[in-house]
């Protein structure tokens, strides 16, 4: 067995056409998918404070914006709604007239080849912010699936690609592949979200989805950070129950989950770079203490070595013209 000094693992480092013909892990654009949130009303176009570079559009004013991510490559968006009205059972999640479900037929009828995937859960269309309805005081899970499983079927029926359950509720993979089976909708997949962390680096998309929780915290629903067995069961679970995709949020504090996950399962997998981790890229680079492009391809490279096909960020508008 040959060792240094004839072995030199620098010889293919040397210049840069030789590092990008041994590279191992690349990220195209065709890999990532933009979050965007559409506010009901009109004519609005809202920065995300914590968020520089996020907005939220109303549905009208949708096609400009779909149209420039289509231009740039990106082949998919996942919709979050932020309705007028909130109530109790979060109505607005599953009106036919919604504002993702008008989202949903603007989008299609300016840029059909647009993957459209919705976000299913209920926190932006409850009063209270959580992810299902309360029956004293604690987030009941059967009969939220009722309720997720008719947010699905709307979505479809208004034309979503996919839909992705991101509640983490027990059994809503299953509840919704039989409710969308029985409307005629067994070509639609599902992304489920499912090893999702209750995490803090979902802090700023709260601020852009208004769904911060009013009382307690998600933490009897979504996972405890320290688990990883217990992510192979939820992934084991969706899959099980009919997911097409399944997802791990979020990406970076959880790269070894990415990577057990890949090991274990052999549909394709996501990862959700979350509005936290982008933020604090951002918060960093406007203070001139980073260098946004290099971190950024740096991120997104991580996460597809990691394991993951298919990533989420909110950076896919940049990182589509550095790609
Ligand atoms: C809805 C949902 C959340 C995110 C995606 N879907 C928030 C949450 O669970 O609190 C977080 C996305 C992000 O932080 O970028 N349940």
Redesign the pocket.
């Known amino acids: 067995m040959a060792g240094f000094p004839e072995l030199r693992l620098r010889r293919l480092r040397r210049t840069g056409a030789l590092r990008n013909m041994f590279r191992e892990t690349r990220v195209d654009v065709k890999d990532l998918i933009y ?1 965007l949130f559409v506010v009901e009303g009109s004519n609005l176009k809202q920065e995300v404070a914590s968020m520089p570079g996020v907005f939220r559009y109303s549905p009208d004013l949708l096609p400009g914006e779909v149209e420039e991510i289509a231009g740039l490559g990106i082949p998919a968006v996942l919709l ?1 709604g932020i309705p007028e009205h909130k109530d109790e059972v979060g109505s607005g999640a599953y009106d036919p007239e919604g504002v993702v479900q008008q989202a949903i037929r603007t989008i299609k009828s300016t840029v059909a080849e647009l993957v459209v995937l919705t ?1 299913v ?1 209920l ?1 932006e269309y409850t009063d209270h912010g959580h ?1 299902g309805v309360i029956t004293g005081g604690y987030v009941d899970n059967d009969r939220t699936l009722e309720l997720l499983a008719q947010t699905a079927v709307s979505h479809a029926g208004a034309g979503a690609d996919m839909v992705c359950p ?2 983490m509720m027990d059994g809503r993979v299953g509840a919704i592949r039989e409710a969308l089976d029985k409307d005629g909708f067994q070509h639609i997949p599902i992304l489920s ?1 499912a090893a ?1 962390y209750a995490s803090a ?2 802090g ?3 601020e852009a ?1 208004d ?1 911060v929780p009013q009382f307690g915290d ?1 933490r009897s629903y ?1 996972m405890d950070p320290p688990n990883w067995r217990e992510a192979l069961r939820e992934v084991e679970q969706d899959i099980a129950e009919g997911a097409d995709i399944v997802m791990v949020k979020p990406a970076l504090a959880y790269l070894d989950v990415v990577q057990r996950v890949r090991q274990a399962v052999s549909c394709p997998i996501a990862a ?1 770079n ?3 981790e982008y933020a604090m890229v951002k918060a960093a680079a406007q203070q001139g203490w980073i260098d946004e492009r290099e971190i950024v391809t740096e991120i997104l490279t991580a996460i597809k070595r990691a394991g993951a096909d298919l990533i989420v960020t909110y950076h896919a508008k940049g990182a589509a013209s550095w790609l």
Do not use: E, H, T
């Open positions: 979050p979050f976000d859960c926190c992810c991101s509640d979200y999702k680096f979902y700023p998309f709260r989805a769904s998600r979504q959700y979350v509005s936290g």
